[in-house]
């Protein structure tokens, strides 16, 4: 069974960090379409009435949140590699405390491996601050990890 989930949890992680070395992959024209079509679908779920406005006013809406909801998407995938690092360590058995570290220095490295990167892709640059940003959402995620270590620690010991 612990096999398994070793298995199980590396896979996720090699999966994770494939999917953000695809998008660091992509030229900075792709990037910039993939998000601002987020940028529309967010004003189409979330803004009342915003299929009704006036196609400049969206194209507005979507230019205006790019940069917010970019920098958002870095540290979410970054809190989610961290847990799936949390995850796969923990499999392995060590400490609380020292799989939180290892994950959140292996999502850290990551990172500045994954702006490395893009400074070989047409159009793209890396950038210390998008280090800072996807570190900061590691640590978000290994916070969620240690919180719920806690509550589940608590909550064993009781029984």
């Known amino acids: 069974m612990i096999l398994c989930r070793r298995i199980v949890f ?4 090699l999966l994770w960090m494939g999917l953000i070395f695809w ?3 992509q030229p900075s024209e792709e990037s910039a379409n993939m ?4 940028g529309r679908m967010a004003g189409e779920l979330f803004v009342p009435g915003f299929s009704r406005w006036p196609e400049q006013k969206q194209e507005d809406f979507a230019a205006a949140i790019d940069y917010p909801l970019r920098k958002c998407a870095h540290a979410s995938e970054y809190a989610v590699l961290a847990v799936l690092l949390f995850l ?14 290892l994950a959140f220095f292996t999502a850290a490295a990551y990172a500045a491996s994954d702006e490395f ?6 159009g793209r640059s890396g950038q210390a601050r998008d280090v800072i940003i996807d570190s900061i959402g590691a640590l978000v995620g290994c916070g969620v990890c240690f919180f719920i270590a806690r509550i589940g620690k ?5 029984r």
Do not use: D, E, N
């Not at 590396?10 to 992680?13: R, S």
């Not at 998000?35 to 987020?38: D, I």
């Not at 796969?88 to 570290?101: D, H």
């Open 10 to 13: 590396t896979g996720l992680v």
């Open 23 to 25: 998008f660091s992959a």
């Open 35 to 38: 998000s601002h079509r987020v």
């Open 88 to 101: 796969m360590f923990a499999s392995y058995r060590p400490s609380v405390k020292r799989g939180l570290a």
């Open 117 to 122: 990167h893009q400074l070989f892709v047409p």
């Open 154 to 158: 608590r909550i064993w010991s009781k």
